[in-house]
């Protein structure tokens, strides 16, 4: 029998986002949240803290970025000319969450991609809804990002780099493979520093909803990669 999964209307979460605390991350609760514009982030940036209940999160603002207002600086354009670095897509998943979730991140004393998180996410990318964007200095990777697709939605999650620039090409290449293949914006959730440069923004949370309510839920990855 499947499952009926029910989170509380965005609308009651808390200044924060917080909608909801519980539940598991299951394949079937990930499509429900992200349907309703609902993701999963942790509270605890402890990897051994596995058995801290989920938490789901649906912030307003929320960061997104429309390719029309993609914005591409003269030096990274430079850079793009002379890199060595080689990008494919769906070719290392597991290598690139576990390289996110060793990334130190600026103020967390830990990680939010715990355990839980990396399989999780790695029975998402296995049947289908999620990806990889890898970058490789000949047989090395060097950066990366992994995200969610369903149907034309495309999130972005977490991005991770070792040498100078690489998640600025891994990201900067997923955004005009997707643009290429018909999806005109992402959902980046925060806009970081990167996501900023390339033109990322906040919207009103009731704009994102508008926009989820457009999305084609029933397109498969296989359509884009």
Known sequence: MKRKIVFPPVETASEDGLVAVGGDLEIDTLLEAYHK?????????????????????????????????????????????????????NQAFEEVIHHCAKMPRKDQPGTWITPNMIKAYTNFFHAGYAYSV????????????YGVIIGDFVSGESMFTIKDNASKQGFYALLVHLKDNGINWVDTQMVT?????????????????????????????????
């Open 134 to 145: 890898e970058v490789w200095d000949k047989e090395k990777l060097v950066g990366g990002l």
């Open 193 to 225: 520093p990167v996501v900023q440069q390339f033109g990322g923004k906040y919207v009103p949370r009731t704009a994102f909803l508008k926009k989820l309510d457009k999305v084609n839920w029933s397109k498969r990855r296989s359509d884009f990669f």
């Open 37 to 89: 514009g609902i993701f999963p982030w942790p509270l605890s940036t402890y990897p051994l803290n596995v058995n801290l209940p989920n938490t789901w999160f649906s912030p307003d603002p929320r960061g997104i970025l429309n390719f029309k207002d993609l914005h591409v600086s003269k030096s990274f354009i430079k850079f793009l000319r002379k890199t060595p670095y080689q990008v494919t897509f």
